[in-house]
Each structure stands twice: as C-alpha cells, then as structure tokens.
C-alpha cells in the first residue's frame, strides 16, 4: 500500500535515507478534512505504471525497512555505526 502521511511537521526514520515526498500522498496537518479530495486528485495524477512502481517501492520499504525485525535490526545497526561499534 502507499501511505499517506499526515504533514504534522513530524521527523520520518530514516529521513536521511528515504525521499519521504515521493513514497506516499501528503496532507497537511490542516487539511485532514480534505484527505478524501487529496487522495483522489494523487491517484488520478499517476498513470498504472506509476502507480504500480510506488506501490512496489512501497512494499519494498516494509520489507526492508519499516516491519517490526527490519527496523529494530536497522536501528541496532546505525546505533552500532554511530558508536563506533560493528
């Protein structure tokens, strides 16, 4: 699924590491009422490919990244790599 992410001026994990802006639909934080309205003007900017393609990277970062064991497994890593430690 591709997120949607609520712009609350909130730091994302691995916002060094993940272009945020492209891998969901934004709303702002003002704006909750319109998510309906935003949602529908997202999708019907995307062709099937685009579409397919973000709902790909999307799954991908899950896998990867953002389930339970891959983050807790990422977050060990970097806090490792910020210690010094390997």
Known sequence: RIPIIVDSDMRLPYDDEVDWRTMGVWVPADDVDGIGRRLLGFHRG???EEFADR???ARSWWV???NHGA????LVARLR??????
């Open 64 to 66: 990867e990244r953002a």
């Open 71 to 74: 983050f807790l497994r990422h």
């Open 81 to 86: 790599k910020t210690s010094g430690r390997t």
């Open 55 to 57: 709902q790909l990277r």
């Open 46 to 48: 995307l062709g099937p």
